[in-house]
């Protein structure tokens, strides 16, 4: 949170993953039943009595936490300054009382939005939209209380930072209140807000447009009593827009900020695979396939479907993306023009999953009813197996039974390594489905001792979503702030080391701790 004696800014509020999974696994999760108290008890979420949604709140709920460390009583918040629709920098403002506003660019809304229609609906990612809940019984925690949820939808309110929502088409205007259309509903259309004027928050603010692996992505400017704090959010320098970042740099370094808070996820990592790389090594390894090809990587990272796209094209075969992948660039045309139409792009079909849901989502009804002729099942895979690149992922895997691949299949894996315990066990099973099928796999971390490794002849096949040390350190010089606050790492000292001797003082945060300036 960002403070002075003018107002307080939430810069993102995301879903904690790695705290979330030192307790929590997919079977063993925070009651919803409890409301705010397990978050709040597990520390979740940060004891601030006065920023949640009172449907959550059961009574009493802060006389357990008002002697706990860094509790306080807030009684007003500007907003939240969205940088991106990754979860982990959107999913608990799930939690956040509806009159904070959430500031973002359009595309980070529509993308939250998209996700959420199509994603699985815990109460704990609720970031755009949510059903209000009540107790049904007094919270006696002997007994399982229960939330029900038989009110209205209640949109949050968004307000977009880099275009006015009245140059937004009609469709595009529909697709953000589409689900509210209920008489009980509370819907919300998009605001827009004037960023250099005092009119919806206290501090004037600036919006910059960064480069990450999902599009929308922005760095945020804060003019406080102290002087300009700029935030990065997640950026990058080796993607697709890259010119984005260079844009940031420049605008931000022209603000002389007092401070920087700067993400640290790749801070010791030396360089980085760029998304060309990614387009080369994966046409060199699927021109050579002559059977089933799946290429597994975030459906979010849109530059990357995009990218296995342009790999399709060029090797004659049609791209099969899930129904949600569909709607999600369906979703981004109506922001970005110059997005893939799928009802007229030949080398896209989408893959229906055999066993669909019985009724299924206005999203997916839309999916089906816009592109009714490029829906392809297993038998249509099946039938053809050379003609295809399927996009599907570990959690797909099980669709494998009804396509039958042949033998001899490829399995392009173009995303991130394990990153803990329970994601090496998903590569375990990983690698035994493609043993089992039989597949050639080209990209995939194989297990060396005790660390995962791409074999060295199949690496270049992922570009990560963040900047390498070199390029972080170079935003940081470049910016130039008197103070560098460093977020997102596990590495922050790397910035302490290699910044000495600039003028940038470099403040290691404590967690939860305050910071003054
Ligand atoms: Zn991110």
Request: charged letters at 25%; a negative charge; one cysteine or more.
């Amino acid at each position: 949170m960002l403070e002075d004696r003018e107002g307080k800014l939430l810069l993102d509020f995301g879903f904690p993953y790695k705290r979330h999974k030192e307790f929590y696994e997919e079977y063993l999760k925070p009651r919803p039943g409890a409301g705010l108290l397990d978050p709040l008890a597990m520390g979740l979420l940060p004891p601030l009595e006065g920023i949640y949604r009172d449907d959550l709140m059961p009574p009493g709920l802060w006389r357990q936490f008002r002697t706990a460390p860094h509790y306080r009583k807030l009684d007003h918040i500007d907003g939240v300054l969205l940088s991106h629709a990754h979860l982990d920098h959107s999913g608990h403002i799930a939690f956040l009382s509806t009159d904070i506003p959430v500031f973002s660019t359009a595309t980070t809304a529509f993308i939250a939005k998209a996700m959420q229609d199509s994603g699985r609906p815990d109460f704990d990612q609720e970031a755009c939209y949510f059903t209000q809940k009540e107790l049904d019984r007094p919270p006696d925690w002997k007994q399982e209380a229960c939330l029900s949820s038989n009110r209205a939808k209640q949109q949050r309110q968004f307000r977009i930072a880099d275009v006015s929502p009245e140059s937004l088409s009609a469709q595009a205007n529909d697709f953000w209140t589409r689900g509210f259309w209920e008489k009980t509903a509370k819907q919300k259309a998009l605001a827009s807000e004037y960023l250099d004027s005092h009119l919806n928050s206290s501090f004037p603010l600036r919006c910059f447009p960064v480069d990450h692996s999902i599009p929308g992505a922005c760095a945020w400017g804060m003019e406080t009593g102290s002087g300009w704090i700029i935030y990065s959010g997640d950026v990058r320098k080796h993607g697709k827009r890259g010119m984005y970042t260079e844009r940031f740099i420049e605008a931000a370094a022209g603000l002389r900020p007092k401070a920087l808070i700067i993400e640290g996820t790749n801070i010791t990592r030396k360089q980085n695979v760029r998304e060309q790389d990614v387009y080369d090594n994966g046409l060199k390894a699927i021109s050579s396939a002559t059977g089933l090809v799946i290429a597994d990587f975030s459906p979010r990272d849109v530059d990357r479907l995009l990218t296995f796209l342009s790999i399709a094209r060029e090797t004659g075969r049609k791209l099969a993306i899930l129904p949600k992948d569909a709607y999600l660039l369906k979703t981004m045309r109506l922001l970005e023009p110059e997005t893939p139409d799928i009802s007229c792009e030949p080398s896209i079909v989408i893959y229906q999953k055999t066993i669909a849901a019985k009724s299924p989502d206005h999203w997916m009804r839309s999916i089906c009813k816009d592109y009714d002729s490029k829906i392809v099942v297993a038998s249509d895979i099946h039938r053809a197996q050379d003609e295809f690149i399927v996009c599907f992922s570990f959690w797909d895997l099980n669709e494998l039974p009804s396509i039958q691949p042949k033998p001899g299949s490829l399995y392009v894996f173009s995303s991130s390594e394990p990153h803990d315990e329970e994601q090496e066990i998903d590569f375990r099973r990983l690698h035994a489905w493609l043993e089992y099928f039989q597949f050639k796999k080209f990209g995939l971390p194989v297990e060396v001792g005790d660390t995962w490794e791409i074999p060295e002849a199949e690496r270049g096949l992922h570009a990560s979503g963040h900047a390498s040390g070199p390029d972080l350190l170079d935003i940081a010089r470049k910016i130039n702030p008197e103070i560098l606050i460093p977020v997102h790492s596990q590495y922050p000292e790397h910035y302490v080391d290699n910044l000495a001797g600039t003028r940038i003082k470099v403040s290691l945060p404590e967690p939860r701790g305050a910071l003054y300036i």
